[in-house]
């Protein structure tokens, strides 16, 4: 296995006069002056994309941000500092910025120790922006266009991008404690607009994760995310107006799972339930969803865009069991609200990059399946909709209401799959449409590794995903009437 260690501290200190044990000089600056706990952040993040329209590349971009957080924590307190030079000086001065918000001594000897803690890294660590030359990259981009054109004469504009990064992170903590890992990541995305007869609707598809990008540069996998945009599209061009009224809704495996996500998964976040400003605030042993639901947040899962070896504070990730057969048994936490609350780090900190502050955040968001297959909860629905893909929605924390809208969905009839639908939109509140969560399936399924969640300012990749399953009822906003 290779050395994690030796490769991301030759990333981030070869040009440096900082290694391991100066930087713990640095950080024992902190311990000059009370406080709970510290950290060091370092994060070398290296990207390059490229970019396509009206079948030409018209953009690329190649970027490298490496910097250093300094942060010291008292109770609810927390004093931050960060630098973009990477210099033995730059961080002794990050380090007396942060500790700026305690002018007492400390009670114990300002000295830390660096150590080195063994992670069973979950991706290789090598360099995607490397794997490939960049004319392959700029051939992915017109396979895509070539693809998308050729599965339905209606396409008359096709918008693509190709992206790959390489983040290295080393965290260490006023304990000591050096964590240290290196993550690819690629991603391709596809929209195309179709137009017939007066009409144009668009579509959208894409996949990705952390590894590298020969895992998605197939000509088959290229054709695949290209006739999906363009699926999207045509059914929408065929598609008749959703009903409105409240009805069963039956939501498909995947990328549906964002609703789970938005409105439930974000109200289990600890510094939510710390202010008490989520609707799940102090329900811990409570019913907060029919008996159907277990809902697990998992950083652990190999080669995810939303997966970690450790947080962003150095606490290893894990399977945080959220909601057991609709009992609440905890929520995410980092170091400083889990403390505050009296309860375990979750492995949940989470910052976008060295110079943001972590905070609770999910990484891979999902429903665990049940016993039902898809065809079984769709036959048991007389009339209601199918919900197979989402553009987009929103959710308010404190009270648990959301509002999103389907960009693929389908009438249901006497428990068949009818005719497509557009324009419909579901809203109600989390917590009790997950307690009419009635029948969930067998068939657990992630997103293509598209994920980006967004909180406080933050964005950072995530995982979503659900099996089918049958909530007995929503109310759908349409343009036609009559939900029964």
């Known amino acids: 296995m290779e050395d994690i260690g030796k490769l991301a501290q030759d990333k981030l200190f070869s040009d440096s006069d900082l290694d391991l044990d100066r930087a713990a000089k640095s950080l024992g600056i902190l311990l000059e002056r009370r406080t709970d706990f510290g950290d060091l952040f370092f994060e070398r993040a290296a990207s390059e994309g490229f970019s396509l329209e009206e079948g030409i590349v018209n953009a690329g971009s190649f970027d490298i941000a490496q910097g250093v957080g300094v942060r010291s924590v008292i109770g609810g307190k927390t004093g931050f500092a960060y630098s973009d030079v990477l210099d033995a000086a730059s961080l002794d001065e990050a380090c007396r910025a942060a500790r700026t918000i305690s002018s007492a001594n400390a009670s114990f000897k300002a000295c830390v120790t660096p150590s080195l ?7 290789q660590s090598d360099d995607p922006l490397m794997a490939i030359p960049r004319r392959e990259k700029i051939r992915v981009l017109e396979t895509v266009d070539r693809e998308a054109r050729a599965a339905d004469p209606r396409v008359t504009r096709v918008m693509a991008s190709f992206s790959c990064s390489h983040r290295t992170v080393i965290v260490m903590d006023t304990d000591g404690r050096v964590s240290c890992d290196i993550k690819p990541s690629v991603h391709l995305s596809v929209s195309v607009v179709l137009e017939s007869k007066g009409r144009r609707e668009d579509g959208f598809a894409a996949c990705g994760g952390a590894f590298m990008p020969g895992r998605i540069i197939s000509d088959e996998n290229i054709a695949r995310v290209a006739r999906e945009a363009v699926h999207t599209a045509a059914l929408n061009l065929e598609a008749i107006p959703a009903p409105a009224g409240a009805m069963t809704v039956v939501l498909g495996a995947g990328w549906p799972g964002v609703l789970v996500h938005e409105a439930v998964g974000h109200g289990l976040e600890g510094d939510f339930n710390r202010t008490g400003s989520s609707a799940f605030t102090g329900l811990i042993g409570k019913k907060v969803a029919s008996d159907a639901c277990t809902i697990c947040d998992d950083g652990t899962i190999p080669e995810r865009r939303g997966s970690l070896t450790f947080d962003d504070e150095g ?17 995410m936490q980092d170091r400083q609200n889990a403390m505050l609350m009296k309860m375990k780090p979750t492995g949940n900190g989470r910052r976008e990059s060295y110079s943001c502050l972590p905070m609770p955040r999910m990484t891979n968001t999902f429903m665990m399946p049940g016993k039902y297959s898809p065809e079984e909860i769709i036959g048991s629905v007389d009339h209601g909709i199918y919900a197979t893909n989402f553009k987009g929605g929103q959710v308010d924390i404190t009270n648990g209401n959301f509002v999103f809208s389907t960009s693929e969905a389908y009438l249901i009839e006497h428990g068949k799959v009818a005719a497509p639908i557009k324009g419909a939109t579901l809203t109600g509140n989390g917590p009790d449409v997950m307690k009419k969560v009635s029948m969930v399936g067998c068939d657990l399924k992630f ?6 969640c967004g909180k406080a300012g933050q964005s950072v990749p ?3 995903g659900i099996p089918t399953l049958k909530i007995d009822s929503i109310t759908v906003g349409g343009t036609a009437s009559g939900g029964k």
């Open 117 to 123: 803690i063994p992670h069973k890294p979950l991706y």
């Open 462 to 464: 995530v995982g979503i």
């Open 315 to 331: 606490t290893p990730t894990a399977r945080n069991v959220l909601i057991e057969n609709g009992i609440l048994r905890g929520y």
């Open 447 to 452: 997103d293509n590794g598209i994920g980006m």
